[in-house]
Structure formats: structure tokens, C-alpha cells
């Protein structure tokens, strides 16, 4: 009672003050707006940026793993697995090049250093549209009426995982994980923590790929919110 009280009261001074930097899990974030968003910033203030990804991260990942994030956002999640397992054993992928400097800010305030790729993940290697967001919430490469229309360049999923040698996935991709996990043969990936999206895709293509899964030898283990944790 007593730390949710100090955790309530930590959470509106930050609001108000409107510091530069925060801690959060014991990792430093950069909440500058040269940084991030005002809507990131707000949520890194209250805690809630990536939260239930933040939590699984923290309990299914351990210092033997090697992970490929696909869909780094501001690198909060990158940055918790490059603790855990080592920054050398954790390679991210974000296409907003908006972010890119946030994620290199964010390790830098740690002492780490990325292995960042600024391109999207896809089936194929090739350039794809995507469509930035305002608010980089919603970037994706589904045109959600946000505007921010450009083309990116795009590596294979199954070309990145062949060069990589990644036991763990961790993805956030707004949709895009029905194809990309659906669709890869994911027979050396033991650990999968995955942000669905049924707002976006539907219910229909979420049980699909819950199905696919576990045709693929993956047990559900554990959701929180939207995020889903599949192991072997």
C-alpha cells in the first residue's frame, strides 16, 4: 500500500515537472521531446509504455538467450533484454527512423550498445509501404488512416533468423505477426513473446495464428493484456 502510494506520487510529479529522463525498472529513458512523442512521453511517465511486454520480458527471458526484436518502438524493450542476455546477443528492428535516436539514447543512458537495423521485417526482402503515425503507436505497415505514407526498406525474416541464430523472438508489429509468424518456419525459436493485435486484424486471423502455433510445437504459457508468451 505504502509503494503504491509513493509510485502515485512519483507518477504526478513527473507529470508536472516534466523531467527530461526517467527511471523505470531501473533503466534510464530519455522523455525528451527531442526524444519521443508527447503521447510517449505520457505513458513512460505513468508507466504504462510497453508494460506488459516489459513484465513477460522480464520473467521468460533469461542471460542464455538470444533474442530478435522486431518492432523496438523507443528500445525500452531492447534495452531490458540487452540487461538480461547482453547487447550483443539482442538485435532490433524499428523502421520509424523517428525513433532511431531514442533507441540509441536510451542505451546510451545505460551504458549499452544497440545492434539497431532502421528497416522493417517482412516475408520477402524488399522495399514495403508504411505508414507513420503521429503518435508512433500506431506506425504499421496496414494503412490505419493515420496518414504518413512512405516506403521502407525491408529484410526476410527467415534471412535475418538464418544470419542471426536467435533462440527468442519478441514482436510488436501492429498486425503484421499473422504473416510473419504464421508464415516462418520458426523451428529453432524455442520462446516467443508476442504483442497481438485483433483491433487491428481481427479475431479470426489471431485464432489462426494461435492455431498455426501450436501446429508449430509452441505452448501458450502466459497473456497479459494483448501480449502473449509461447514457449517449447
Known amino acids: 500500500m505504502f509503494d503504491e ?23 534510464r529513458v530519455s522523455t525528451s521531446l527531442e526524444h519521443v512523442t508527447k503521447d510517449i512521453r505520457k505513458a513512460l511517465f505513468r508507466e504504462v509504455y510497453e508494460r506488459p511486454e516489459r513484465l513477460l520480458t522480464q520473467k521468460y527471458l533469461s542471460r542464455t538467450d538470444r533474442v530478435l526484436e522486431i518492432g523496438a518502438g523507443v528500445g525500452l524493450i531492447s534495452v531490458t533484454c540487452a540487461r538480461i542476455c547482453g547487447s550483443e546477443n539482442v538485435l532490433s528492428y524499428e ?44 506506425s504499421s505497415v496496414f494503412d490505419r488512416n493515420y496518414g504518413g505514407k512512405t516506403t ?6 527467415s534471412d535475418v533468423i538464418s544470419e542471426f541464430q536467435p533462440n527468442a523472438i519478441i514482436m510488436d508489429v501492429e498486425g503484421a505477426e499473422i504473416d510473419l509468424l504464421g508464415q516462418t518456419n520458426l523451428s529453432n525459436i524455442d520462446k516467443l513473446i508476442v504483442e497481438m493485435h485483433p483491433h487491428i486484424v481481427g479475431n479470426d486471423n489471431v485464432d489462426f495464428l494461435l492455431s498455426s502455433l501450436k501446429k508449430k510445437g509452441f505452448r501458450l504459457i502466459e497473456t497479459l493484456s494483448i ?3 509461447f514457449l517449447r
Not at 551504458?111 to 503521429?134: C, M, Q
Not at 521502407?152 to 525474416?157: F, M
Open 227 to 229: 501480449s502473449y508468451v
Open 5 to 27: 502510494l509513493l509510485g502515485n506520487i512519483k507518477k504526478t510529479l513527473r507529470r508536472r515537472l516534466k523531467p527530461n529522463q526517467i527511471t523505470i525498472d531501473g533503466i
Open 95 to 138: 523502421p520509424n527512423p523517428r525513433t532511431r535516436i531514442a533507441i540509441e539514447k536510451n542505451f546510451e543512458l545505460n551504458g549499452l550498445k544497440p545492434k539497431l537495423r532502421n528497416k522493417a521485417v517482412g516475408l520477402t526482402a524488399e522495399e514495403v509501404d508504411f505508414y507513420f503515425a503521429e503518435n508512433i503507436f500506431s
Open 152 to 157: 521502407v526498406e525491408c529484410d526476410a525474416i
